[in-house]
Nanobody, 114 residues
Framework: QAQFVESGGGLAQPGGSLRLSCVGS????????LAWYRQAPGKQRELVAD???????NYADSVKGRFTISRDSAKNTMFLQMNSLKPEDTSIYYC????????WGQGTQVTVSS
């Protein structure tokens, strides 16, 4: 099964920033809506943001105005710029298509703590 590879997570202080990257297949980045998801311990996986092949974006209310999703299809790479981080953003972040066409990868851990 196709799998995306996430990177860029780490430890940040509240109010800080991190930039996540996701690499996948050319086909996935050309024709599908791509998405960032996150899952914290004891909670359901939730959609954070998505971006269509034409560049239209959608954000969860909890991150709207703080996070920015983007993509570089020529490099098969998607990004999530996370600003004004809050402790509640602490989660493992994953990427996939909006329709979950790829297998789940390892994700990248984001921890926000002072």
């Amino acid at each position: 099964q196709a799998q995306f590879v996430e990177s860029g997570g780490g430890l940040a202080q509240p109010g800080g920033s991190l930039r996540l990257s996701c690499v996948g297949s050319s086909l996935m980045f050309t024709i599908y809506t791509l998405a960032w998801y996150r899952q914290a311990p004891g909670k359901q996986r939730e959609l954070v943001a998505d971006i269509t092949s034409s560049g239209s974006t959608n954000y969860a209310d909890s991150v709207k105005g703080r996070f920015t999703i983007s993509r570089d299809s020529a490099k098969n790479t998607m990004f999530l710029q996370m600003n004004s981080l809050k402790p509640e953003d602490t989660s493992i972040y994953y990427c996939n298509t909006r329709q979950l066409r790829a297998s789940w990868g390892q994700g990248t851990q984001v921890t926000v703590s002072s």
